[in-house]
């Protein structure tokens, strides 16, 4: 079982509507996580960190669930430049390593 | 600031061949790490460095060897190209000595071994 899964999609969501993602994670020991954004044959780029409180940037959204084991990303009023794939990452400190979910690709359309 | 740049931005290799890929910064960013990506894997850590003279293995760190002799540079070299290691190399810093840190990726490296 891979340490951070998310479902690779394709979410094709209309341009104005609300799309959520999920993310699992096996390791239990994982103490941060975070959205990073990654477009077509481009380098990741940080979107945001994940808070067990929950944290808020404009349109986006991102929950963590510890109990459940689960990272959210809630992305509002959806633009056509939000087209992208989404990875999802855990950061495990004893072991000082960050771990790649595989993405979920979303695509915006008109 | 140009962040973190990478050369070559493609490369095709015969079975056997050694390279090496070059990765600099110039924000001074302790943390350096090299990645590949490959369809269905993720991104996954080849070599980590948390400073001059530090390096570290990741998870996949056979068939490829690093060094830091500077803050600036992490080149990573291919020993003996496998096809097995066709595919994106990214390379990535940060500016604690830690991965809890935001990563600033390169542009990459495509590299196809035949």
């Known amino acids: 079982r891979k340490e951070v899964e998310q479902d690779p999609g394709p979410f094709n969501v209309p341009e104005g509507a609300t799309v959520a993602f999920n993310c699992t994670y096996s390791?239990?020991?994982?103490?941060?996580f975070f959205w990073y954004r990654q477009d077509c044959r481009k380098e990741p780029k940080l979107l945001m960190s994940v808070y067990s409180s929950g944290n808020e940037d404009g349109r986006f959204t991102a929950q963590l669930n510890r109990a459940s084991q689960y990272i959210s990303l809630l992305i509002r009023d959806s633009k056509l430049s939000d087209s992208a794939t989404y990875l999802c990452?855990?950061?495990?400190?004893?072991?000082?390593?960050?771990?790649f979910g595989t993405g979920t690709r979303l695509q915006v359309t008109l | 600031n140009a962040g973190v740049t990478q050369t070559p931005k493609f490369q095709v290799l015969k079975t056997g061949q050694s390279m090496t890929l070059q990765c600099a910064q110039d924000?001074?960013?302790?943390?350096m790490s090299w990645y590949r990506q490959d369809p269905g894997m993720g991104l996954r850590l080849i070599h980590y460095?948390?400073?001059?003279?530090?390096?570290d293995q990741g998870e996949v760190p056979n068939g490829y060897n690093v060094s830091r002799s500077t803050t600036e540079d992490f080149p990573l070299r291919l020993l003996s190209a496998a096809p097995s290691q066709t595919s994106v190399y990214f390379c990535?810093?940060?500016?604690?000595?830690?991965?809890?840190?935001?990563?600033?990726f390169g542009p990459g490296t495509r590299l196809t071994v035949l």
């Open positions: 460095s948390v400073g001059a003279g530090i390096t």
């Open positions: 390791n239990s020991a994982s103490q941060s």
């Open positions: 924000m001074n960013h302790e943390y």
């Open positions: 990535a810093s940060s500016p604690g000595r830690t991965s809890t840190d935001t990563q600033y």
């Open positions: 990452v855990g950061y495990t400190g004893t072991a000082s390593k960050l771990t």
